[in-house]
């Protein structure tokens, strides 16, 4: 399912939850934005980066994560925590 994903897919989505589990935690997070960073090393694939947003505690750690969106259903994603900005973690999802 995540090769079949495009900035395209996402940028729809700007503004929705999701809903991050970690066994029987969940969090709830926004796409806050959607980012073409350059082309991508297969033809015609595009580099992207998602950036959510959510609170500041309890943070959650760099690793793979079953998200769940309304929309796009579930699927895992790895994400990466950037830090605190205006009183909300930042959280990042790279494809290449």
């Given amino acids: 399912m995540l090769e079949t994903f495009t900035p395209d897919t996402f940028s729809p989505r700007i503004g ?7 066994g029987t935690d969940r ?3 926004q796409l806050a934005e959607v980012e073409v960073v350059g082309p991508g090393s297969d033809a015609g694939r595009v580099q ?11 943070l959650w750690g760099q690793r793979t994560y079953r998200l769940n969106n309304r929309a796009l259903g579930a699927f ?21």
């Fill in 16 to 22: 929705e939850t999701f809903t991050v589990e970690s």
């Fill in 76 to 96: 895992d994603l790895f994400l990466v925590p950037l830090g605190a900005r205006d009183e909300q973690m930042l959280y990042q999802a790279v494809f290449t």
């Fill in 48 to 58: 992207f980066s998602l950036t959510f947003t959510g609170p500041v505690a309890p």
């Fill in 27 to 29: 969090l709830v997070i």
